[in-house]
């Protein structure tokens, strides 16, 4: 049976038609007109509706639930985007996609942060991506489609917050800004983000921008050409072209140089960049997911990080909670490392696993976990190699007589509730790390990794601090 066939059959009653609903919501019928044609003519067609003001959208909300809903924010009587406000407040959310005539997406922007998955700048290409868009946000596209939200551990309210936003924002072409503090899986989330996203096809590329000298920092995203400088004796692809179609990570973004950052915002701005030594602009299609340890509008009002930077980078905000706000969650987060640690591609559990004890379990939920969870898989590591001689029992209890004699972090006083030290005052941060210091002996690289940083972070902010090693002597 034919589709014509098929739906002209359920018109009559005698099948039920099961196609997916999409609600258009436009004035313009001409353009209406040739939307739902677009759709129609789909190998899979779905139902259209449509409706030309606020009042009878709401209307047809109201007899029953729709799959995708098309939107254009000028209707004759109102913001369209009342549209969504209403149906948030009766907890009714189906995915929207934004029709704006305002080719800056300034109305785009506000209104992807109230929920809107997309937006379509009308012109030419308009029906072309609607049709695209459709593709992915119909049922029928998603089913069977592993869910790369899920692959984050716990089944807490401060996770399943952060997989709400996740499942919200991945569809967005827009930025999102991912901050937490370190160890909490920013990166992990970013992934995320890139697998629920129409690019999940393309390639995720990710650069720690404070893991690389300042010199190469802008090679190194950009690329350069050949003769751009001493040694560069070929063209080199930088970060953004290889990203190209996908998505690039920007973790520790706060550490971009400053005269970079204004680069990276022509990139945003313009979707366009410069190779090192060269005179001619290329287009990029990529999207930014960047990560931060710090918060980025202190260092704005320091003026350490350009303002018009942050607002382009903070788009889309998904904050990952510290380990300690999530407690509840430490159960599973302790099988799913330990099946990490055991090596299986399946997140198999290694032979005899247990979780501790009662006692063991009540120990590990009141440390303060200022390495959050990537302190949590040093932990389960340690256990495994005593359990492995001598059951899970006992290599808890080694675990967590270690973990009682580790130091408290510089970063954090005892209880764990301030912020990453990156976060103090300069004069406070200088006390910080000369203690730090002295503790490893002015071995950076031993110093960097208790503060879960690149050494060349640590640099940086020691250079930031007037730190030297002459300073030595000063250390308490």
Same mark, same amino acid.
């Given at each position: 049976?034919?589709?014509?066939?098929?739906?002209?059959?359920?018109?009559?009653?005698?099948?039920?038609?099961?196609?997916?609903?999409?609600?258009?919501?436009?004035?313009?019928?001409?353009?209406?007109?040739?939307?739902?044609? #677009?759709?129609?003519?789909?190998? &899979?067609?779905?139902?259209?509706?449509?409706?030309?003001?606020?009042?009878? #959208?709401?209307?047809?909300?109201?007899?029953?639930?729709?799959?995708?809903?098309?939107?254009?924010?000028?209707?004759? &009587?109102?913001?369209?985007?009342?549209?969504?406000?209403?149906?948030?407040?009766? %907890?009714? !959310?189906?995915?929207?996609?934004?029709?704006?005539?305002?080719?800056?997406? /300034?109305?785009?922007?506000?209104?992807?942060?109230?929920?809107?998955?997309?937006?379509?700048?009308?012109?030419?290409?308009? $029906?072309?991506?609607?049709?695209?868009?459709?593709? $992915?946000?119909? =049922?029928?596209?998603?089913?069977?489609?592993?869910?790369?939200?899920?692959?984050?551990?716990?089944?807490?309210?401060?996770?399943?917050?952060?997989?709400?936003?996740?499942?919200?924002?991945?569809?967005?072409?827009?930025?999102?800004?991912?901050?937490?503090?370190?160890?909490?899986?920013?990166?992990?989330?970013?992934?995320?983000?890139?697998?629920?996203?129409?690019?999940?096809?393309?390639?995720?590329?990710?650069?720690?921008?404070?893991?690389?000298?300042?010199?190469?920092?802008?090679?190194?995203?950009?690329?350069?050409?050949?003769?751009?400088? /001493?040694?560069?004796?070929? &063209?080199?692809?930088?970060?953004?072209?290889?990203?190209?179609?996908?998505?690039?990570?920007?973790?520790?973004?706060?550490?971009?140089? $400053?005269?970079?950052?204004?680069?990276?915002?022509?990139?945003?701005?313009?979707?366009?960049?410069?190779?090192?030594?060269? /005179?001619?602009?290329?287009?990029?299609?990529?999207?930014?997911?960047?990560?931060?340890?710090?918060?980025?509008?202190?260092?704005?009002?320091?003026?350490?990080?350009?303002? &018009?930077?942050?607002?382009?980078?903070?788009?889309?905000?998904?904050?990952?909670?510290?380990?300690?706000?999530?407690?509840?969650?430490?159960?599973?987060?302790?099988?799913?490392?330990? %099946?990490?640690?055991?090596?299986?591609?399946?997140?198999?559990?290694?032979?005899?696993?247990?979780?501790?004890?009662?006692?063991?379990?009540?120990?590990?939920?009141?440390?303060?976990?200022?390495?959050?969870?990537?302190?949590?898989?040093?932990?389960?590591?340690?256990?495994?190699?005593?359990?492995?001689?001598?059951?899970?029992?006992?290599?808890?209890?080694?675990?967590?007589?270690?973990?009682?004699?580790?130091?408290?972090? =510089?970063?954090?006083?005892?209880?764990?509730?301030?912020?990453?030290?990156?976060?103090?005052?300069?004069?406070?941060?200088?006390?910080?790390?000369?203690?730090? $210091?002295?503790?490893?002996?002015?071995?950076?690289?031993?110093?960097?990794?208790?503060?879960?940083?690149?050494?060349?972070?640590?640099?940086?902010?020691?250079?930031?601090?007037?730190?030297? !090693?002459?300073?030595?002597?000063?250390?308490?």
């Amino acid at each position: 049976m034919s589709e014509a066939e098929r739906v002209e059959r359920a018109a009559n009653g005698g099948e039920q038609d099961d196609r997916p609903i999409v609600l258009l919501i436009e004035d313009d019928d001409v353009y209406a007109r040739l939307v739902r044609d #677009a759709l129609e003519q789909r190998p &899979d067609p779905p139902r259209v509706r449509v409706a030309r003001d606020l009042g009878s #959208a709401l209307t047809a909300l109201g007899h029953g639930s729709v799959d995708l809903v098309v939107l254009d924010r000028g209707l004759p &009587d109102g913001d369209g985007l009342a549209v969504m406000r209403t149906l948030a407040a009766r %907890g009714i !959310e189906p995915p929207f996609l934004l029709l704006t005539a305002d080719a800056s997406a /300034t109305s785009a922007v506000e209104a992807m942060r109230a929920g809107a998955l997309d937006y379509v700048v009308k012109g030419p290409e308009s $029906l072309a991506r609607i049709d695209a868009l459709a593709s $992915l946000l119909l =049922p029928g596209a998603r089913r069977g489609k592993r869910t790369a939200a899920g692959s984050l551990v716990g089944g807490g309210v401060a996770i399943e917050g952060v997989r709400t936003l996740l499942r919200r924002y991945a569809r967005s072409r827009a930025c999102v800004l991912v901050e937490g503090e370190t160890g909490v899986g920013k990166e992990l989330v970013a992934r995320a983000l890139h697998l629920e996203s129409p690019r999940a096809q393309g390639p995720f590329v990710p650069i720690n921008c404070g893991a690389l000298p300042e010199h190469l920092v802008e090679s190194e995203l950009f690329g350069h050409v050949r003769g751009a400088f /001493t040694g560069a004796h070929r &063209d080199h692809p930088g970060l953004v072209e290889h990203a190209e179609h996908g998505t690039l990570f920007l973790d520790e973004v706060e550490d971009l140089p $400053l005269a970079l950052q204004g680069k990276l915002l022509r990139l945003l701005q313009e979707a366009e960049y410069r190779p090192v030594g060269s /005179t001619r602009a290329r287009r990029a299609d990529v999207r930014i997911v960047a990560a931060s340890n710090a918060e980025l509008h202190a260092l704005v009002e320091e003026r350490r990080f350009r303002r &018009d930077l942050f607002y382009r980078l903070n788009v889309l905000r998904i904050v990952v909670p510290p380990l300690r706000e999530r407690l509840e969650d430490l159960p599973d987060l302790l099988r799913h490392l330990a %099946g990490v640690v055991a090596g299986g591609a399946d997140g198999r559990l290694p032979a005899g696993f247990s979780v501790p004890a009662t006692e063991q379990l009540a120990a590990l939920r009141e440390h303060a976990w200022p390495g959050n969870v990537r302190e949590l898989a040093n932990l389960v590591e340690r256990a495994a190699v005593v359990a492995a001689q001598c059951g899970w029992s006992a290599g808890w209890n080694a675990a967590l007589v270690q973990l009682r004699m580790a130091p408290a972090p =510089p970063s954090l006083p005892q209880g764990g509730a301030a912020p990453a030290a990156r976060l103090v005052p300069d004069a406070a941060e200088r006390d910080v790390l000369l203690r730090l $210091l002295a503790r490893h002996r002015w071995r950076r690289e031993a110093a960097a990794r208790e503060l879960g940083v690149s050494r060349v972070t640590l640099w940086r902010r020691m250079r930031r601090a007037g730190l030297t !090693e002459s300073d030595a002597r000063e250390a308490p």
